[in-house]
């Protein structure tokens, strides 16, 4: 590891999550209150998760359900916080029915951190960290994309996702706030709720196996993705909010492997006999056909690897949905 990372920056600090019940954010709140011993307020409005997740962390952290879009809620947390996690999200899967939903939480609370923290006197604030999506590639023609490949925007989602990113680094050039955007790819693993209709695919893939239920497989299951193991997400976001090299920055988090869906399913009947598939049509969100992502430059400048690969991935998913659901 890099000689510039400093660990212990983050021991005792006071630090905000937005979005902090969601599969990224709870996971990210463990760690911090875990390894960290940090002082963690949560942020979150409950509309796609529920404090019950936090479970043994409940009496560990501050949690607040309110939205981010509340001003006066937010500002006091926000004039607390020496690191800021915004991972506030409106989901993909809901991008063409909500919009507007989007645009708000995705773009415009972003804004509103931003603005609150610009013209706000903050002495022990440190640093922002704007979680971003390696959806805004969308169908690039050349892969692995790189930070700078032309972006290619298919979604509502992605589009505010994308806008977000646009005003954090706005904030960076022009008022010289001190932020950090990390762009990841298909997380998975622990805490990735089933019954959330929102859970990734590889979630539900693995919670049907166990259930006995076929795996639903949407077009011809040759579509492709960049998949990245929580621990793994985790500790690269933990990274972007004390490593000096990312002041500033955007870094893509993924692993450079490519994951056929079909070939998921083939993994998790590796490990779980006789599985069934079901294919059905395409949805309106299956327009990427190939995801991988180039992860050299946070390798080169923060030291960040992957430990787990995919298949590690699945078997550690599978044990933790068969303890917590079977
Ligand atoms: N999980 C992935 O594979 C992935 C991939 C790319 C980017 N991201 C980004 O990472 C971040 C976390 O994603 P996730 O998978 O944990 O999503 P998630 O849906 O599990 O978590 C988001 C949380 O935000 C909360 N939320 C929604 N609107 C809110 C509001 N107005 N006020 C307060 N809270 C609100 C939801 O209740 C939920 O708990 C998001 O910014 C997302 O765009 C995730």
């Given at each position: 590891m890099n000689k510039l990372i400093n660990f212990e920056k983050l021991k005792n600090k006071k630090v905000l999550v937005t979005g902090g019940l969601g599969f990224v954010g709870h996971n990210l709140v463990r760690t911090l209150v875990n390894q960290y011993h940090c002082d963690v307020m949560v942020v979150d409005d409950c509309s796609n998760s529920?404090?019950?997740?936090?479970?043994?962390?409940t009496n560990k952290v501050r949690f607040y359900n309110i939205s981010v879009l509340d001003k006066k809620a937010m500002a006091p947390l926000l004039a607390e916080a020496n690191y800021i996690y915004h991972l506030a999200c409106k989901q993909i899967s809901v991008s063409s029915s909500d919009p507007f939903g989007h645009l708000a939480v995705n773009g415009q609370s972003t804004l509103e951190i931003l603005e609150y923290l610009r013209h706000n006197d903050l002495p022990d604030f440190e640093r922002f960290i704007y979680t971003s999506s390696c959806s805004i590639y969308g169908s690039s023609m050349r892969l692995p994309s790189h930070e700078e490949s032309s972006k290619n925007i298919l979604s509502n989602y992605s589009a505010t996702k994308l806008l977000g990113e646009h005003f954090v680094e706005v904030y960076f050039r022009n008022y010289g706030l001190p932020v950090s955007t990390i762009r990841y790819s298909n997380v998975y693993g622990?805490?990735?709720?089933?019954?959330?209709?929102?859970?990734?695919v590889l979630g539900k893939f693995i919670h049907n196996a166990l259930d006995k239920k076929p795996l639903m497989i949407f077009g011809d299951g040759e579509q492709t993705r960049d998949y990245t193991f929580i621990t793994d997400a985790v500790e690269a976001t933990i990274l972007a909010a004390i490593h000096p090299m990312a002041l500033g920055e955007v870094f893509n988090i993924g692993t450079s492997t490519e994951t056929s869906v079909s070939q998921l399913a083939a993994m998790i009947g590796e490990i779980i006999p006789d599985i069934q598939i079901q294919y059905l049509p395409e949805r309106d969100i299956d327009n990427v056909r190939r995801r991988s992502i180039d992860i050299e430059k946070i390798h080169q400048r923060l030291g960040w690897t992957p430990k787990t690969t995919i298949r590690k991935g699945i078997a550690e998913t599978i044990n933790w949905y068969r303890d917590t659901y079977f």
């Open positions: 529920k404090p019950s997740i936090l479970g043994d962390l622990y805490g990735q709720t089933p019954n959330n209709p929102y859970c990734g």
